[in-house]
């Protein structure tokens, strides 16, 4: 293996990890502006201009404040819980294709840490694991809300997680492809975006997206009215901060796993008819990217401060009994028009 090779990866390893973790920060500033545009006040406006510098002053209180274990829990597992949860919410960004190749002198680099051709199992598996990381903390407190939260997170994850991956097989039948690389590929410019083949799919994702991030109105496992704050109830300090982090990467990251399936990740209208060098049109696709990005995260925070939360009966309802019909429908549906796109037009 070239060192060159290996150089390259590493700088864009870091790239998207410095990345990820900015806006995980900012957007923490961000929730609390809009939520205080949304309740007619104003939101953090003391540290720097327009509160530029709250993220910092949040990092900076998570990080010397006290730790705090309570004396009954289990220390190992409560310290490994929001490891996991943090390990998995970084390393799921690996497949995500961020734009095409920059050519610089004879040398053509990908703007993709690693093109796995399984990319989507790889991002299903990892996901999956980050529940983990939730059920340890709310075991390892030795406290009967987090136990509760902790339970209600995994029995939440099975339920939306059956209706994410059916809702992905009707996609995969019409791209052909489990690879990110391949399926943004094939969007190229706007008529080919697959949000035009597949708009039941990607509602039914949006929804299981939620669910699975533990946004409002599907955030049942820390739920401050029922379970005081649920899994990571008897967390301080940084600990807590890993946690928070967490679910504001996982919110980033599916902002750009579903800019990249259905909304054509970073290709857009006539970007082959500008006669722009393959360069630009790769700078100008990774901001497009970004910005699509940060619209899906706008629209987490939006619904988060407009819908109320579900009771637990509704939320197991809405899975079970809608999400997963209408995920295989879809499927069918796909199949059906496909059988019939081959057999008449092809």
């Not at 301080?236 to 579903?258: C, P």
């Amino acid at each position: 293996m070239e060192w060159s090779f290996v150089i390259e990866k590493f700088a864009l390893v870091t790239i998207v990890f410095v990345v990820t973790l900015v806006i995980a920060m900012y957007s923490t500033l961000a929730e609390r502006k809009i939520a205080g545009f949304m309740q007619d006040r104003y939101g953090p406006d003391r540290a720097g201009i327009f509160g530029l510098l709250q993220p910092l002053c949040d990092g900076g209180k998570f990080f010397f404040k006290e730790e705090i274990i309570p004396a009954g829990a289990h220390k190992t597992l409560f310290i490994i819980g929001p490891t996991i949860a943090i390990i998995t919410a970084c390393i799921s960004s690996a497949v995500i294709p961020w734009g095409q190749s920059l050519t610089i002198g004879d040398r053509v680099i990908s703007l993709q840490v690693a093109d796995v051709n399984v990319g989507i199992l790889y991002m299903f598996g990892v996901v999956a694991l980050g529940v983990y990381g939730i059920m340890l903390g709310g075991w390892a407190s030795n406290n009967k809300f987090s136990l509760m939260g902790a339970i209600r997170a995994a029995s939440q994850s099975i339920s939306y997680e059956i209706a994410m991956g059916l809702s992905i097989i009707a996609l995969l039948m019409v791209t052909q492809s489990l690879s990110l690389k391949e399926i943004v590929g094939q969007q190229s410019g706007f008529v080919n975006w697959n949000i035009w083949s597949q708009p039941l799919g990607f509602i039914i994702f949006m929804v299981c997206a939620f669910a699975e991030c533990n946004r409002v109105p599907f955030d049942l496992p820390e739920c401050e009215t029922e379970l005081v704050g649920g899994y990571h109830t008897e967390y301080s300090s940084m600990k807590l901060g890993l946690y928070m982090f967490s679910e504001y990467i996982n919110m980033f990251v599916s902002s750009a796993l579903m800019a990249a399936l259905y909304f054509g990740g970073y290709n857009f209208p006539f970007m082959n008819d500008f006669g722009l060098s393959q360069n630009w049109i790769t700078i100008i696709g990774v901001c497009i990217f970004f910005i699509k990005i940060f619209a899906f995260i706008f629209f987490f925070m939006w619904v988060r401060w407009t819908l109320p939360r579900f009771r637990y009966d509704q939320l197991m309802n809405l899975g079970w009994k809608m999400l997963i019909p209408l995920a295989i429908a879809n499927i069918v549906l796909t199949g059906i028009i496909t059988l019939i796109k081959d057999t008449y037009f092809s």
